[in-house]
C-alpha cells in the first residue's frame, strides 16, 4: 500500500478480501496494513477500512480526530490527537480504549500485540506476551517499531533496544550505534544510520536482511 502526495492511496498485491479497493479514498493522512484488510486514516480525523473482518465495525463519538493508525495481523489500533489510544481485538466490532495509555506520541502493533511511546521517552505495551514482547522497561526512547512476536525501541543516543522473540536473531541489536531509524518485519529488524547505511539482523529468508550495499 502506497500513499501519494495528494492524498490518494495505492494497492497491489493479494485482493481476496478487497484489501486493495481503495481507488476512492481521498484527503488520505496515514495508512496501514493488516493481513487482509488496509486502513487510512483521513486529513478530517475519521477513519476508512478496505478488507476482511472490519466491515461491520461500529464507530463511536470518541474515535475522531484521529492523527496515527498501526495495524496489526486481526486488530487495528489508533491514536487520538490527545494522546489517547483505541484498539480493536480479534473478532471484535467495537474500539476498546486502552484506559491507562495518556500522552502517547507514537504507536506500533505486531501480530498480537500493541506497543505505544509515551512523551516521556517510556513505551508501554499490550496485548500477547508470550514471547516477553512485552518487556519493553527502556527509558530515552525516541521511537518505537513492532515485529510479528518481537517489539524494537530507538533510543535518544542513537543505540537500540529490542525484547521478544529471538529466534531468528532479530533482537540481536546489541552494538548498533548511530541509528536515526528503525523499522521491524516478521522476523527481521533493520537500522537506519547516519551516514544513510542500513543494518539488518533476524531471518534472511528472500534476502531481506542483505543490505550491506544499499545506501540511502
Do not use: M
Amino acid at each position: 500500500v502506497g500513499l501519494k502526495h495528494d492524498g490518494t492511496v495505492v494497492a497491489t498485491g493479494n485482493n481476496l478480501s478487497f484489501q486493495c479497493q481503495v481507488g476512492g479514498w481521498r484527503d488520505i493522512a496515514a495508512i496501514a496494513a493488516g493481513n487482509s484488510f488496509t486502513v487510512g486514516i483521513k486529513k478530517d480525523g475519521s477513519y476508512v477500512i478496505a478488507g476482511d473482518g472490519f466491515r461491520s465495525l461500529r464507530s463511536i463519538p470518541d474515535v475522531r480526530n484521529l492523527t496515527a493508525v498501526a495495524a496489526g495481523s486481526w486488530h487495528i489500533t489508533v491514536r487520538r490527537r490527545d494522546g489517547r489510544v483505541f484498539t480493536t481485538y480479534p473478532g471484535s466490532n467495537s474500539w476498546h480504549q486502552l484506559e491507562n495509555w495518556r500522552e502517547i506520541t507514537a504507536i506500533a502493533a505486531g501480530a498480537g500485540h500493541v506497543v505505544g511511546l509515551r512523551g516521556n521517552g517510556v513505551p508501554v505495551a499490550v496485548g500477547d506476551n508470550t514471547y516477553g514482547q512485552r518487556f519493553v522497561e527502556w527509558t530515552g526512547v525516541t521511537d518505537i517499531a513492532a515485529g510479528s512476536n518481537h517489539t524494537v525501541g530507538l533510543r535518544q543516543n542513537g543505540t537500540v533496544a529490542a525484547a521478544g522473540d529471538n529466534r531468528a536473531g532479530q533482537c540481536n541489536v546489541i552494538g548498533w550505534t548511530g541509528i536515526t531509524a528503525i523499522a521491524a518485519g516478521h522476523s527481521h529488524t533493520v537500522g537506519l544510520k547516519k551516514d544513510g547505511t542500513l543494518v539488518a539482523v533476524g531471518g534472511r529468508a528472500s534476502g531481506c536482511c542483505d543490505v550491506e550495499k544499499l545506501l540511502l
